[in-house]
Structure formats: structure tokens, C-alpha cells
């Protein structure tokens, strides 16, 4: 099955401790994601990737760091979180550059930094 | 940079009516992409429109753009209660070197049976 998967999908953690949230996908897609959403403000992207060793900083990238090592995983990090980083968090893949091409979403992962 | 903007916010029907919500735009797309999410969950994909299309069709989904107006309306027919989500907007267009997907706030739907 087709899907993007991501982990931990629950999690509270206090401020200044580094967290890790994993993203891998099985679709061999080229293009993967991360955005935060947050109510009223809907989906912000954070980091893109277009493909291995190539990131790019999205709307809102202050207080994250990504890395494509491999084309199915692209992990979320979080060196020193900070409450105001509490949020949804939902990693996304597409195949390519086309602006066609859909958008496959992840469950999505609760972040609560306290 | 643009931002979809739906409305309602919040829209409540009964079963076997008709939903419309609607999407506003700033700037020129390449197209616009209905999503759904449920409570909690990641999005998925519902039907694109191109922005040379007026409207598409796909089940009980219709979708209409207005590219001199800047808005979309997204139209469910006969809704069920597992229709029960929230609707996002994106739009997509060409910017710094790539096409960048914009979601909109969405539009809660809540279909009583």
C-alpha cells in the first residue's frame, strides 16, 4: 500500500530537548515535505526536499533542521524545542517538480513541547 | 505570498443536502487542489483544476474556478455523514524556482444524519 509514514505519532517532550521525528514513504517519490499545522493558520510548510542531499527552507524553518539521506526518508529535528513548537506536524511526498502531481499526507505526529 | 481562504469556516447541514464552500485567492496559479482531512489525520487529495479548466467533476464532487474572480467553490452533493471533515484549498504556482503549494485555514463540515 501507498503511504507516507511518520513517527512517533504521539508525543510530549519538555523545552530544550532534542526530538527526531522520522518520515519514510514507499513510493519512490522524489519530493517530500514538513508541515506544521496550527488552528487558524492551516498548513505552513517548514522544509521541502526535491531530492537526496537537496533541502530547501519552506515558510516557517526557524527552530528545524531536515536532512535526505535516502529518497524514502526524510526526518524532522528538532535541536532545542521550545513550547511555542507544540503543534500537528504532517510529513508529505509527491513524485516530481510537477504542479500536478497530489500530495500524499502522513497521519501526522501531536507535538507538545512544555 | 497567496493564501487560499475558505468560507465558512464552519458549515452544518443535514444529510442528502448539498455543501458548497469556497476558496479565495491573491495571486496567479497554475491550479488549485481540493483536499480532505479528517479529525486528526493527514490530508488527501480530492480533484485538481487547472487554472485554463472552469469545472470538474469527479462522484459527488464539483469543482469550479473563477481565474478572473480569484476563487474556487468546492460543491458535495447529496452528503453523507461520513462527509464529515474539513475541506482545504491549495493553490499552486510558480515561485522562487519551484511551484509552491499554499493551503488554505479550511472549512469545517459537519454533516448530521
Known amino acids: 500500500e501507498a503511504q507516507v509514514t511518520q513517527n512517533p505519532r504521539y508525543l510530549i517532550t519538555v523545552t530544550g530537548k532534542k526530538l527526531t521525528v522520522t518520515c519514510s514513504q514507499n513510493m519512490n517519490h522524489e519530493y517530500m515535505s514538513w508541515y506544521r499545522q496550527d488552528p487558524g493558520l492551516g498548513l505552513r510548510q517548514i522544509y521541502y526536499s526535491m531530492n537526496v542531499e537537496v533541502t530547501d527552507k519552506g515558510d516557517v524553518p526557524e527552530g528545524y533542521k531536515v536532512s535526505r539521506k535516502e529518497k524514502r526518508n526524510f526526518p524532522l529535528i528538532l535541536e532545542s524545542p521550545s513550547p511555542n513548537q507544540t503543534s500537528l506536524y504532517f510529513c508529505a511526498s509527491k513524485l516530481g517538480r510537477s504542479p500536478e502531481n497530489t500530495i500524499y499526507f502522513g497521519e501526522g505526529s501531536w507535538l507538545t513541547v512544555v | 505570498s497567496q493564501q487560499g481562504e475558505e468560507d465558512p469556516q464552519a458549515l452544518s447541514i443535514q444529510e442528502g443536502e448539498n455543501a458548497t464552500m469556497n476558496c479565495s485567492y491573491k495571486t496567479s496559479i497554475n491550479n488549485l487542489q481540493w483536499y480532505r482531512q479528517n479529525s486528526g489525520r493527514g490530508l488527501v487529495h480530492l480533484i485538481l483544476i487547472r487554472s485554463n479548466e472552469r469545472e470538474k467533476h469527479s462522484g459527488r464532487l464539483r469543482v469550479t474556478l473563477d481565474t478572473s474572480k480569484k476563487s474556487s467553490s468546492l460543491l458535495i452533493t447529496a452528503s453523507r455523514a461520513a462527509d464529515t471533515a474539513s475541506y482545504f484549498c491549495?493553490?499552486?504556482?510558480?515561485?522562487?524556482?519551484?511551484?509552491?503549494?499554499?493551503f488554505g485555514t479550511g472549512t469545517r463540515l459537519k454533516v448530521l444524519a
Open positions: 491549495a493553490t499552486v504556482a510558480f515561485e522562487s524556482g519551484t511551484y509552491k503549494y499554499i
